[in-house]
């Protein structure tokens, strides 16, 4: 089996399912036929989400599920509302971000809840075996990986075009079931994210330049011709090397020392 996560987004200015996940129906659709394998297609959120589950049935998605939960839950809450539904897919299937623009990180989130390998972001796939997936990085630059077991995977919106439904499919659509599954995840079931920044050290304290008027000040802050500060040189051991080296960079305010 094969799964789809997708996202629907109630807004008025937005409605519907994003470009991303719209693709990543369309990816999940090709593997399935790659493989043989049935695909399904989940979402997280209320009954204003079926005309959307409604369009991948029409598409050649198998059953269509709809998780009842708020749809104001974090990141965290909807990958593990999603877990036990997708468990047992040999792949999974997300867009990179919803048509409200969210985070994009219910991907990584959904492959930590299934221990499962993760590809993000992808950019080009070949239904080969295994799978081979390129993935867009910084700088123009890409990453090919091969996909050797059962993974998440989520795409980028310009990777693929939903495919349109044929007219027949279409219309058994409109009054096929979107199956309800129940979950017991709650809002208040989660322990608040730890949000890890960057270490910025703290401003060196410098004394004011001197100079009667602010163009003389100006004139010494931005002189380059000042000699530079020489710098040391120490012969010790490893122990008296590692203090003298805390001192350097506490007195630059890259760490702090306790007193």
């Not at 999603?82 to 409200?100: I, K, Q, R």
């Amino acid at each position: 089996m094969i799964a789809a996560c997708v996202k629907w987004v109630g807004d008025e200015a937005m409605a519907g399912l994003s470009a991303a996940d719209e693709a990543a129906i369309e990816m999940a659709l090709r593997h399935g036929e790659a493989k043989g394998h049935s695909v399904i297609a989940v979402t997280v959120g209320g009954p204003r989400s079926d005309p959307a589950m409604r369009t991948a049935l029409a598409c050649g998605v198998r059953t269509a599920i709809r998780i009842d939960a708020p749809d104001d839950m974090d990141s965290a809450l909807v990958a593990a509302a999603l877990t036990p539904v997708v468990a047992h897919s040999a792949a999974v299937w997300c867009g990179d971000f919803s048509a409200d623009r969210g985070t994009g990180s219910v991907p990584a989130f959904l492959a930590a809840q299934l221990r499962r390998q993760q590809a993000l972001g992808l950019i080009s796939v070949d239904f080969v075996d295994p799978l081979r997936v390129t993935r867009r990085l910084d700088g123009g630059r890409r990453e090919v990986l091969r996909v050797t077991g059962p993974a998440v995977l989520s795409v980028e919106g310009s990777i693929a075009r939903l495919r349109r439904a044929a007219l027949r499919p279409a219309l058994a659509a409109q009054s096929a079931e979107v199956l309800p599954y129940g979950t017991n995840v709650a809002p208040g079931d989660h322990t608040s994210l730890v949000v890890v920044r960057p270490y910025r050290p703290r401003a060196r304290v410098l004394p004011a330049p001197a100079g009667a008027t602010a163009l003389d000040r100006l004139r010494v802050l931005t002189d380059s011709s000042a000699a530079p500060q020489p710098g040391e040189t120490l012969e010790a051991g490893p122990k008296e090397a590692a203090r003298r080296i805390i001192e350097v960079l506490a007195g630059w305010g890259y760490v702090e020392v306790a007193g």
